[in-house]
């Protein structure tokens, strides 16, 4: 059995263009004064249509549209895309298909187009529940219209989910627990909470190498924060089934499970990855142009699709390394049939001793206190 049967088979579209940059942001994103969407819809059928002949006979699982900011999109744009995978791909019966949203009050009022275009689920981007806070972080958006978003989205959508950031510029414990607590009341069966890091490349990062980025909390504070978000969510009944993802139980994101757990997917848009998995098993990374006018030139003269063959290495500790950010942990054996060999005993061994692991049941998992160094137990299980 091939990986994307296993673990499934999705396609990933990449909107790259925002409103405005957010501070904290390093994913691909455009600030763009206009946009022909008409010409926006054309390449990305055509670049999907050239993946889907390296990838037949399967069985698509997820659609996920992310940014950037897709609920920027042309409704229209998305129902095209949705209805030519259905052509180019068999559609499972419980496909999921999720757009990225922000709360603004014009893009709320697309969420009924979108869900007539075939959207099912939708993720709000809503990083803070107070005015002062997303103000600080950028974002244009105000409370008021972030509680009507997550209102609005439940009317209109079966599954949905909205993010959170936290460890933020004076926050105080008691501020996130406060904050958590109500998000927990607004949710509606999934919660993506995330520690604000502070990325090279990013405004906040030049700030931060200012030293003008004042009032982060401190390592011992932030690790608290986690503990507490852990204990809280756990409390409420959404289980952490991923570091920095939380759901009621059959309310997991489908899409990610197909990245943390090995699967294939295809990505199209400008910076997009995807995974694919030839017939002879051979597994290869896909590769698109960052900028959104190079990647245009690119579909428009079908210039050549990136493909880089991953070794068996490289298979291997990237399997490690998504995988143990999920509860579920890794299957050993499954971590054999990719790697063609065993994880060395020693390091896991090693790591069991100090609590940051456990091996049952042939599957290897990160304990709570291996979550929160999850980064330093796969640089030791990767070396060896």
Known sequence: MERWQSAG????????????KCPYCDFNSHVSAKVDHDVWRVAFLAE????????PDRVLSSIFF????????????????????????????????????????????????????????????????????LRRLGRLHDAHEARRAIEVSQQVFDRTSFDLIYARQDQTIGQWRS???????????????????????????ARYDRGLLRGLPVEDVAAEMYELTQEICSDAGYNAYEVSNHARSGEESRHNLIYWRGGDYVGVGPGAHGRITKGNG??????????????????????????????????????????????????????????GNDLPQQPIS???????????????RATASGRLVLNAVLRKLVAG
């Open 9 to 20: 088979f999705g396609l990933y579209v990449h909107w790259p263009f925002c409103q405005s």
């Open 48 to 55: 999907m249509r050239r993946y889907a002949e390296l990838s």
């Open 66 to 133: 992310g940014g950037g900011t897709p609920s920027l999109m042309d409704p229209a744009t998305v129902e095209a895309i949705i209805d030519d995978a259905a052509q180019l791909w068999k559609i499972a019966n419980n496909v999921e298909i999720t757009l990225e949203a922000n709360p603004t009050s014009v893009e709320i009022d697309k969420f009924q187009a979108f869900k007539t275009a075939g959207v099912n689920r939708v993720s709000v981007g809503v990083q803070a529940l107070n005015d002062n806070d």
């Open 179 to 205: 904050e958590l607590v109500e998000a927990l009341k607004l949710a509606g069966g999934h919660l993506s909470l995330y520690q604000l890091t502070i990325e090279p490349g990013t405004v906040f990062g």
């Open 282 to 339: 051979e597994r290869f990374a896909t590769t698109r142009p960052l900028a959104p006018t190079t990647w245009l030139q690119d579909v428009k003269t079908n210039a050549k699709l990136g493909l880089e063959p991953i070794s068996r290495e490289d298979q291997a500790a990237e399997f490690i390394m998504m995988g143990l950010r999920l509860s579920e942990g890794i299957d050993l054996t499954d971590y054999r049939a990719i790697a």
């Open 350 to 364: 090693e790591l069991d001793d100090l609590g940051l692991v456990t091996v049952a049941d042939g599957r290897l």
